[in-house]
Every structure is written in structure tokens, then in C-alpha cells.
DNA sequence: CTGAAAGCGCTTACAG
DNA sequence: CTGAAAGCGCTTACAG
């Protein structure tokens, strides 16, 4: 390649990457003129045998046509990209064995990490440790020192928005919640419980489903939860995919937003601020998750790390809010 | 590695890939006890060397925001999984300059194939053929041999949005367009104002903005657009983002859709099945779209192919339509 | 059908 | 400061 004009192959490697050795400015600048003439490309894939790097990471969510993973997954790649990192996407959709699938194959392909929302209940330790790269995991929890995590506090973030609610003076204050199987749906559940009981109120069994974090989970959901004899008259819902199946909802049935079902959602997506109303929503800090991840990665630290950011409530209109009148309700 | 198991690593190597040599299934047997006992795991960067293939793809995109980017990446990921390719994902936040740089880091990483769609005005051909790696331009076109291009037609499906607000008898049919530099924002135009003249009217370029492909750009293009003496009563919208904004304006403005402001869109993202009212949009056949990348790549034809797919109006509501009396107006 | 060896294009100790 | 050489872990002609 290059080699032909000038010098050995060694000090051509150095001055690319400001090697290990130094290089006198003369013979840099020879080596530097021959990679312009014959217009070199470094073969990354060469590199990477060689040096054990692969410059490149691993991302894999459950769901990339869900808002908060697009922004989560668009976030990770720009810290990345400024880190000098690639990004290889996968979807696992939902399936384990499909994750479990991808992240071999990235693996295989010696990432340099490895960021998982994974959608396997526990993780594999074993599996992880013999991978041999750092992991961290978007979005979950995990008992493992070798693992890195980073997370929201979903429980605060339920509790802050079911206790806005509260102060409303919505009687009937329902949950649309997340596949309880989901460590997030199931922390949001509890925050939600844990504001009504500490109102003294007993969460209403039949103001509570289940369903996936998508539109039309959200939208089977309210139609069931709105037809009753009894409906809530205002809903924490666990995610802005399901408060948009929801405004379809009520839209349908004709019920008003948030005169006639008050509701506070999750995530911090842009979306929740087109919606009409403009959804009051606990934000997640997506820039900085992704920050943090790309951080632990570079930074190779040695034993797991857990950080748990804070969400932060965005009051607009769906709780009932007005801008002249916040806390009024209707 | 497996080595130690039993024979040589050329008999490895062909029993993995079911390689260029026959083995006798009895060396067969053996050497798949060592890989499972050894817990081997090929590495993918090291074949990749040796033989020149990466079994990656990359994808840039302008902005992975975008509902129909998301979609498009989804579905690509989908296909290349499929056909065993791993995806590299840029998004190249409309900056020409980031995309040829994020171009380069794939073609430096030696991908086997290159999906773009491109921010740039005309691709480099030069540069496209010294890559050496099958591009496929996404939503593009091209007149180049040597690059495959994949779109949409984006006239004609403009122009039916638009003669089918012509057919409900609106009288001030206007376009809420994308940025006229982009081809497919100019299609999109074209569209809408050769369905206006066919109809004996002439396009009213009072009633056009151009503004970028998001919610933010519908939101203010509509505020201007609807604040004027003599407003549109109906809207062609070039892109799913846009409407949202459009949608978010109209409730800011007290408008009511269809009544007030019918519009039709473009893209057939899930969004225009949740928007209230639902949305009447053209569909762009993303699943076919990924396919016939994923399948261009992999069949490595030589000479670059163009494919355009017809885009599909899917009625619905903000158009003006009813489920029980279609093409009614209000 | 199978082994020994060269080679993919880099990086990195090792001598000088 | 620089060169010659080994090595990263595979694949693939080349002999047998």
C-alpha cells in the first residue's frame, strides 16, 4: 500500500494512529504526502485483528419503532460517533432468543462493547463474562458486579405523576401499565400504588391493564377500561406509545382530554408535546443515559456500575394543567 | 482454537461453512464435539479478513427521527438479519459532510454493501466507485450505472392526494411541502401543482411553505400558512412529521379537521392511523423497499438498477372522508 | 477427503 | 528515531 512510498510499514502505522513510537516531523510529513498521492484507506477490519479493537459497539433494543428507543438508540449513536465509535443495530423484538442471537454475532464481531435493553428476565452471567466485552444494560436493573446498568428511577417518576394527579382531586385514578414482566412496567406499577396508598387510597384493581408498550396496546387497553360503568377519571399511563393509542381512544369514544379522563404519561418522547393536549409526561434524561454508556465503555471500568438518573415531570395540559392556572383542574 | 480437537484448521474451517471441500461426516462429527466441547466462537473479524466478506451492512440516514426513517431502518435490519448481515447505522443529521465521513468509516470497515439516503445534491461518482463496496440509494435517484437507487414515486402520489382533494371540491387546495433542494420534497410539489393545473386551476403560491421534514417545521409552516385573510381549506402535506405539526398548529388555532383544514399526507407511517382525526395519506411500501435493497446487495448485480414502487392512498378521515359516505366532503 | 502453508492488511514488540 | 519480522484468527489454493 502505502509502503511503496517511502518508508517501512511500521512508521507509516505509527504516524496514523500517533503510535506508540515517535516519528520525526520529516519522515511524517513524507509519509503523510504518499497517503494523500495514492490516496490510502485504512482497512479497518485489518486493524482490528491486529490491535484487538474494534472501534465499533453493539446496540440491540426490543423495539426501534418505539419513540423512546429511536431517541435512546439516536442519542447512543451521536455519543458514540463522537467517541470515534460505529454502532452495529440490532432489534431483537421483543425476543430473547433473538437477543441472545445478536449479541453473539456482535460478539463475533469483537464490539467493544455491548448496550443491551434487554428483554431477557435475568441475565446470563456466565454468558456475559465469558463474552469478554464490556456490557452495559439501557433501561434495567441487574445484580451483577461485572455488568454495567444504567436506569431511571421509574419508581419516583410513577409516584410524582400519580401524586400530581392526586392533587388534581381525580377520584378515580387508573393505570395503564406496562407487561408487568418488564422490570420498568413493574417499578411504574408500584409508584403508582405507592402515591394512592400514601394519599390513603387503595389502588382500584379495575382501574388497572397490562399491556405492551405500543399504540395499539394502549389503545385495546383504554377501550376496555373506558367502557366500564365506573371508568377512571384520570390514568398514569407507563408510556407515550400508549398514550397515543389512548388519545385515539378516547377520540373514538368521544370522551374529552382531560375534562372527561385526565391523564399523565411517561417517557419525554416529542411526541407527548404535538399530542392535542400536550401530554403531561415524566421525561427521561436520554442524552445523558447515552452519555453515561458510552462513558463506562471508554473508560473501561472494572467492576459494574449502577446509575440511576432522576426523571423529571413535564407538567403541559393532558393532566388538566392550564398554562395560566397550573394545578386547577379542567 | 478448535484445533487442539482433533485435525487441521482448514477441515474446521470447511465444516463451518460447509466450505469448498467435502469432509467425510465422520471428521464431521468430530470436529463439531470439539467446537461444542471448546465452547468456540469464530471470529467474524478475522474471516472477514481472510476472505474479504464482513457479512455488514451500513445505513445512513438523515435523521432516524423520522418516523418513515425509523420504519425504513426497521425494515432493513429486518431483511438483512434475514439474509444473515449485520447492520451499521449513521444518521447523518442532514450533514453531507457527516455522511461522507460516516461513507468512509464503513467502507474503512469494509462493509459488503452501502444504503444510503443521501443529503447530498449529486453523489460523488468517483468516489462511489472507488469505494469498491454495491451502494444502494435509498428515496433517491440517480444517473449513475454503477449505484442502484430505490424509490418511490413521489409525483404520482402526490398527485392522486391531490386530485382527491380536488374531487371533494375544495377550493384552496395549498401544499405544505418539504425542502424544495431535496428531490423528493420537489416531486412532491410537482404533484400537487400538475394535479391543480389538470384540473383547470392555477397552483396558488400563496398557499405553498416549504419548510424541513419535521414537527416543528409543519407546526410553524401551518401557523403562517393558516393565519393569513384567506387560508387554504385543505392541505397537501409532504411528510407524516409535518402533519403532526399541522395538527398541533390546527388545535393551537381552534380549526377543526376535516371541516375546517382538510389535508392528505405522505409516508403511511403508523402515526397517521392515531392522529385524530386519521390521517388520509400516501403509503410508501417500506417492506418491499428494504427487500429489493437487501436483495440488489446481495445478489451483486453489476450494472446499477433503478426500482420505483407506486406509492398507495390509503383514505381516511382528515380528507374529509366518512366511513359511511366516502368522498363527502365535511 | 485431508494437511501444511501462505496470505488477508494491519499493529507491535524487538533489534538496531 | 526507524526497519525487519512476527502475529492477530481466519480462508483458500496447493499438494498429497
Chains 1, 2 share one sequence.
Request: charged share 25%; proline share 6%.
Amino acid at each position: 500500500v502505502a509502503r511503496a512510498a517511502g518508508t517501512s510499514t511500521a512508521v507509516v502505522s505509527y504516524v496514523l494512529n500517533d503510535g506508540p513510537r515517535p516519528v520525526s516531523s520529516e519522515t511524517r510529513q513524507k509519509v503523510l504526502d504518499a497517503v494523500e498521492s495514492t490516496g490510502y484507506r485504512p482497512d479497518a477490519i485489518a486493524r482490528a485483528l491486529a490491535s484487538g479493537a474494534s472501534r465499533t459497539l453493539g446496540m440491540i433494543v426490543p423495539d426501534i419503532a418505539n419513540a423512546f428507543f429511536t431517541d435512546l438508540t439516536d442519542a447512543v449513536e451521536e455519543a458514540a460517533s463522537d467517541a470515534g465509535l460505529l454502532l452495529l443495530l440490532g432489534d431483537s423484538d421483543e425476543d430473547p432468543a433473538r437477543e441472545r442471537e445478536l449479541a453473539e454475532s456482535f460478539v463475533g464481531r469483537r464490539v467493544d462493547g455491548l448496550l443491551l435493553v434487554s428483554v431477557r428476565p435475568e441475565l446470563d452471567g456466565r454468558w456475559v463474562s465469558s463474552a469478554g466485552v464490556p456490557v452495559v444494560l439501557l433501561d434495567r436493573t441487574i445484580h451483577d458486579t461485572r455488568i454495567h446498568a444504567i436506569t431511571v428511577d421509574n419508581h419516583a417518576g410513577a409516584r410524582a405523576a400519580t401524586e400530581h394527579l392526586v392533587e388534581h382531586g381525580y377520584s378515580r385514578i387508573g393505570l395503564l401499565g406496562g407487561p408487568v414482566d418488564k422490570p420498568t412496567a413493574h417499578a411504574r406499577l408500584d409508584g403508582w400504588s405507592d402515591a394512592l396508598r400514601a394519599a390513603g387510597r387503595e389502588p382500584d384493581p379495575d382501574l388497572v391493564a397490562h399491556v405492551p408498550f405500543t399504540r395499539h396496546g394502549g389503545y385495546e387497553a383504554s377501550l376496555s377500561l373506558l367502557d366500564g360503568t365506573e371508568p377512571p377519571d384520570a390514568l398514569f399511563v407507563a408510556s407515550e406509545q400508549q398514550a397515543v393509542g389512548l388519545l385515539r381512544a378516547t377520540a373514538k369514544l368521544g370522551l374529552r382530554v382531560p375534562e372527561d379522563l385526565a391523564l399523565i404519561t411517561f417517557d419525554g418522547t416529542e411526541i407527548s408535546e404535538y399530542c392535542t393536549p400536550q401530554l403531561t409526561t415524566v421525561a427521561q434524561p436520554i442524552a445523558a443515559i447515552a452519555a453515561d454508556a458510552i462513558a463506562l465503555i471508554t473508560h473501561h471500568e472494572n467492576h459494574g456500575k449502577q446509575i440511576t438518573h432522576r426523571p423529571e415531570l413535564i407538567i403541559r395540559h393532558s393532566c388538566g394543567c392550564t398554562p395560566s392556572a397550573p394545578h386547577e383542574k379542567g
